[in-house]
């Protein structure tokens, strides 16, 4: 017959304290991790003046105030007739409602 020896976990330590060096070091960092990521996100202001920034549109309609109108002018009255959809799709559903 064999003798199977249970196992036992190692008797713990006390955890060590702190030192102080390190505890400077996190003190140090943890602001650091609080700072806002440059570029994530539009600011506030950005959105606001949407509209006056037509190269880089931030909102539905270019801007807080809904207007659906854009400065830009590639497109006038000599060109507007070569403009032709390039794909289309159905908002409906099998029941026929607006999905």
Known sequence: MK????HTAPPQS??????????LGVLLAAPLVMLPAPGLA??????????????????HSMGY???????????D???IQRLVPIWS??????S???A
């Open 3 to 6: 003798h199977v020896a249970a």
């Open 14 to 23: 006390a955890p060590q304290p702190m030192s102080s060096r390190r505890l």
């Open 42 to 59: 539009q600011t506030a202001d950005e959105l606001i003046r949407d509209a006056q920034t037509p190269e880089d549109v931030l909102v």
């Open 65 to 75: 105030d809904r207007k659906s109108y854009s400065p830009l002018d590639q497109i």
């Open 77 to 79: 009255r000599s060109n």
């Open 89 to 94: 799709t159905s908002l409906m559903n099998q």
């Open 96 to 98: 026929g409602e607006l």
